[in-house]
Nanobody
């Protein structure tokens, strides 16, 4: 599955962006999908996750209440709605997908558990 992340850009603090993660030629309906972000010189960190059926969502504490993840299996796309953006949200954002069974409940927070990755999309928030 080739993932394509898009929707990044530059916004002022308090603004909104919607990131998209598409899988042309593949399917996200059988995969859990995560969003991660990476700051310069740092490892990728977990942002949000949605289960294959879209009935389970998870968020990192810094974004909970401001970001919303959703999944449209008919469009084969996962969205990350980012509201009330802060300068500390500035990072390169990646989406990732994996359809395998995992042996522990918090697997979705670990980048190493994802088999498919999209290219990053840059989000820049100015104060």
């Amino acid at each position: 599955v080739q993932l394509q992340a898009s929707g990044g850009g530059s916004k002022q603090a308090g603004g909104s962006l919607r990131l998209s993660c598409a899988a042309p030629g593949g399917t996200l309906s059988s995969s859990g999908v995560g969003w991660f972000r990476q700051f310069p010189g740092k490892d990728r960190e977990f942002v949000s996750f949605i289960s294959r059926d879209g009935d389970i969502t998870r968020y990192a504490d810094p974004v909970r209440g401001r970001f919303t993840i959703s999944k449209n299996n008919a469009e084969n796309t996962v969205y990350l709605e980012m509201n009330r953006l802060k300068p500390e949200d500035t990072a390169l954002y990646y989406c990732a997908a994996d359809g395998r069974l995992h042996s522990y409940s918090g697997w979705y927070r670990n980048p190493a558990e994802y088999f498919y990755w999209g290219q990053g999309t840059q989000v820049t928030v100015s104060s």
